[in-house]
T-cell receptor, first 113, second 120 residues
Framework: AQTVTQSQPEMSVQEAETVTLSCTYDTSENNYYLFWYKQPPSRQMILVIR??????QNATENRFSVNFQKAAKSFSLKISDSQLGDTAMYFCAPEGGYNKLIFGAGTRLAVHP | GAVVSQHPSRVICKSGTSVKIECRSL??????MFWYRQFPKQSLMLMATSNEGSKATYEQGVEKDKFLINHASLTLSTLTVTSAHPEDSSFYICSATVSSGGLTPNYEQYFGPGTRLTVT
């Protein structure tokens, strides 16, 4: 079975600081996508960033970037210049075949002023 | 663009009754729709994959006779919880995918806002 591990149930960071959320996964796929989604208190799932496994270059989206290590099956998310609006639950979700997403347990991030 | 709606946002029903949840892609045609269930403070659990015009594919452990999925068009999928019981109370989320084309289609999933079901 394909699994996703987010080893940090909760994280806390001061506003304007940088925080890294970890994610490791297991997959039998060779070409696939990986995603980070955030879920704020409204519970609307919002795409944060996307990485294509066949690309060696790490994806960057404004203050968000990933460190993708394909061989190690690691896909961490770095949030720079953290903002209060970044407070949310963050889910790592690699594609698990047939375009399905396999979600990790999530990391609850709290950004403090 | 790429907006997905769900209706209703909240529903309360009595034990033994059935309830239908609609998922619509508003500004695109979805190749596939997915249905998830999320318990409080937990992750999303995939229930089933739905393709237009064909039967849904259910994940292991999900009762297909209890959770009926109909995908009548490229913009609408419905989930019907039949003979609901209190343990079916949960947050149900749908998502829709669209291929952006190119050499490697990008099957990004766009999520609806969710439906909170409470069975009394």
């Amino acid at each position: 079975a394909q699994t996703v591990t987010q080893s940090q149930p909760e994280m806390s960071v001061q506003e304007a600081e940088t925080v890294t959320l970890s994610c490791t996964y297991d997959t039998s796929e060779n070409n696939y996508y990986l995603f980070w989604y955030k879920q704020p208190p409204s519970r609307q799932m919002i795409l944060v960033i996307r990485q294509e496994a066949y690309k060696q270059q790490n994806a960057t989206e404004n203050r968000f970037s990933v460190n993708f290590q394909k061989a190690a099956k690691s896909f961490s998310l770095k949030i720079s210049d953290s903002q209060l609006g970044d407070t949310a639950m963050y889910f790592c979700a690699p594609e698990g075949g047939y375009n399905k997403l396999i979600f990790g347990a999530g990391t609850r991030l709290a950004v403090h002023p | 663009g790429a907006v997905v709606s769900q209706h209703p946002s909240r529903v309360i029903c009595k034990s033994g009754t059935s309830v239908k949840i609609e998922c619509r892609s508003l500004d695109f045609q979805a190749t596939t729709m997915f249905w998830y269930r999320q318990f409080p403070k937990q992750s999303l659990m995939l229930m089933a994959t739905s393709n237009e015009g064909s039967k849904a594919t259910y994940e292991q452990g999900v009762e297909k006779d209890k959770f009926l999925i109909n995908h009548a068009s490229l913009t609408l999928s419905t989930l019907t919880v039949t003979s609901a019981h209190p343990e079916d109370s949960s947050f149900y989320i749908c998502s829709a995918t669209v291929s952006s084309g190119g050499l490697t289609p990008n099957y990004e999933q766009y999520f609806g806002p969710g439906t909170r079901l409470t069975v009394t």
